[in-house]
């Protein structure tokens, strides 16, 4: 068991989870670059010419990193109050993710690229840098995504109808002689249709084939904006919700948000505002 001075303890504590001090934020930033600089590591890594040339100062690199991050998770542990609270905490998980795939890739090298979940980390920006109000204008997405659930179900419901039946008729149409060897090779060649990929790894050879794929390919550029204007429209109605009515006194026009101070018909004070 590894004892600190409470004096040092408190110190380390402001330092490695406060962001308000000047240290603290500087402590941060410096762990933000680090993680930055460890992702690209193992980005460039996966590449064999780099691989090849630079191997020997990569693995020294990601022994450097391993050491850091393996130094401030076992700080980390040290020095908060409820340690169980901190290893069953999100941070704390991810924290012992970024470090454990090295150790494991001593026994099964393979898994040494599932370090690259440390970019995670960076999740931290949101309180280094103020960043909370993003994650609540976030909640209009969500809302609006929840709003629509109904209706997106609906629509791949259909969607799903449309690709089993596309994919029965091309299996009967052009036949294993022309790729379509089944339905569920025919079904995925519906799926890469109807959403404009179009991989071209399988084919229509037919007339009727073709003319089918042509069908499809209009309903894929209709189907596209369904979604879009599902979500969108439930956007729009989440983010009215969140409005308060000001009545502008001059000209009674309404439906102003709450941040707003000047009618924008007259250019009058809101009452409020």
Not at 6 to 23: G, P, Q
Not at 45 to 70: C, H, K, P, Q
Not at 182 to 208: H, L, N, R
Request: a neutral charge; aromatic letters at 12%.
């Amino acid at each position: 068991m590894i004892f600190i001075d409470d004096k040092i303890k408190d110190k380390l504590y402001d330092i490695i989870f406060e962001t308000d001090t000047r240290a603290g934020k500087a402590f941060d930033i410096l762990l933000i670059v680090t993680i930055l600089c460890n992702s690209l590591l193992i980005i460039l890594e996966s590449v064999d010419i780099i691989r090849e040339s630079y191997g020997m100062v990569i693995a020294f690199l990601g022994w450097v990193f391993i050491i850091i991050f393996t130094t401030e998770y076992i700080l980390r542990l040290l020095v908060v109050e409820s340690k169980i609270r901190y290893l069953l905490s999100f941070f704390g998980i991810i924290d012992l993710l970024a470090i454990m795939p090295v150790f494991f890739a001593l026994v099964f090298p393979e898994v040494r690229f599932l370090v690259v979940v440390r970019i995670f980390r960076l999740l931290r920006m949101f309180n280094i840098f103020k960043m909370g109000r993003y994650i609540d204008e976030s909640s209009y997405l969500l809302n609006a995504l929840r709003a629509s659930r109904a209706k997106i179900t609906v629509f791949l419901v259909a969607i799903l109808f449309i690709i089993v039946m596309v994919g029965s008729v091309m299996y009967i149409a052009e036949g294993p002689e022309n790729g379509f060897v089944s339905i569920p090779t025919s079904m995925y060649w519906a799926v890469v249709t109807v959403s404009t990929v179009g991989y071209g790894d399988i084919s229509p050879q037919t007339s009727i084939g073709k003319m089918i794929s042509s069908l499809l390919m209009i309903i894929g550029y209709g189907i596209i904006a369904v979604p879009t204007g599902i979500i969108s429209h439930e956007l729009a109605n989440t983010s009215k919700s969140k409005e308060e009515e000001k009545l502008c006194s001059n000209c009674s026009a309404r439906a102003y948000s709450l941040d707003d101070s000047f009618c924008s018909k007259c250019g009058s004070r809101l009452e409020g505002g």
